[in-house]
């Protein structure tokens, strides 16, 4: 059974950074893509970003294009999500999910294609 874990977040001030870490074990961390979501308050939760572990493709929500950047490590079985620039509205709770399936630049962030989920991890940008 996969399971993963993040860790990073916390309260940082507009302007700051922020770099969180998703922790994989249980399943062939090559064979998968790993997308970080959030989710605010009455809001619904939304794709950040994805990696395809198997070719390293990228994909970024237009809203985090050139602040954010994901990253993996294939040798610690790990994704990071570094984020900069920080903007009150980033304020939420990020999950990191994993799927085998590619879904390619339209359709990567629809959180039904994704099998397994992080608990999540606060972030908080005051402003």
């Known amino acids: 059974e996969g399971q993963l874990v993040e860790s990073g977040g916390g309260l940082v001030q507009a302007g700051g950074s922020l770099r969180l870490s998703c922790a994989a074990s249980g399943f062939t961390f090559s064979d998968y893509v790993i997308g970080w979501f959030r989710q605010a308050p009455g809001k619904e939760r939304e794709g950040v970003s994805c990696?395809?572990?198997?070719?390293?493709?990228?994909y970024y929500a237009d809203s985090v294009k050139a602040r954010f950047t994901i990253s993996s490590d294939p040798a610690k079985n790990t994704v990071y999500l570094q984020m900069n620039s920080l903007k009150p509205e980033d304020t939420a709770f990020y999950y990191c999910a994993a799927t085998k399936t590619y879904a390619g630049p339209y359709f990567w962030a629809r959180a039904r294609l994704y099998e397994y989920w992080g608990q999540g991890t606060q972030v908080t940008v005051s402003s």
């Open positions: 990696i395809n572990n198997s070719d390293g493709t990228t």
